[in-house]
């Protein structure tokens, strides 16, 4: 089945420093990237759509300049949480969606800590 | 707009003992809808989907739904749970791309 990647699973930095996640497809083109920020206990909060070779589209409230996608080739996505701040500490998870639209496959979450 | 709400948070039952969690949608067409399930500090796994056809569907893990159009419902079940069924389960609805969320019921499981 369709494998998402996701790296690293957890990192820790210091506040003011910026951190990158990756999120690779590992076994088909994914032309559509979805970041989700996930609080403890609580839901998935889309945050952006990764579109390869274009503009993230982001959902409201979410800072562009602070949360910065790429998505420069088809397997992978990577957001970069800029100048991080404790609040910015959460578990952030991407998924991607196989060309047949077929439902998301997750990857296995970043967890997030800013010390 | 579409939503979905899931109207248990916590949920506690015995080990081999039968499970239904609910999962109410609200769109105007036919949906799509996915039962997702995450273990602690990790992704989600899809278990089912229901796009169209036959409204009763069977997932991994021995899961299944029913998606109820008269009650725009999508119950998951289990006949028997198993102490490694303990994890978050989370309803989903897609429109065009986006996902939209239920606020996930936590199941915990009884030796």
Known sequence: ?115 | AQSVTQPDIHITVSEGASLELRCNYSYGATPYLFWYVQSPGQGLQLLLKYFSGDTLVQGIKGFEAEFKRSQSSFNLRKPSVHWSDAAEYFCATSGTYKYIFGTGTRLKVLA
């Not at chain 1, 210091?14 to 559509?32: H, M, N, P, Y």
């Not at chain 1, 952006?48 to 397997?75: C, M, P, R």
């Open chain 1, 1 to 115: 089945g369709a494998v998402v990647s996701q790296h690293p699973s957890w990192v820790i930095c210091k506040s003011g420093t910026s951190v990158k996640i990756e999120c690779r497809s590992l076994d088909f083109q994914a032309t559509t990237m979805f970041w989700y920020r996930q609080f403890p206990k609580q839901s998935l909060m889309l945050m952006a759509t990764s579109n390869e070779g274009s503009k993230a589209t982001y959902e409201q409230g979410v800072e562009k300049d602070k949360f910065l996608i790429n998505h420069a080739s088809l397997t992978l996505s990577t957001l970069t949480v800029t100048s991080a701040h404790p609040e910015d500490s959460s578990f952030y998870i991407c998924s991607a969606r196989t060309p047949d639209n077929s439902p998301l496959h997750f990857g296995n979450g970043t967890r997030l800590t800013v010390t």
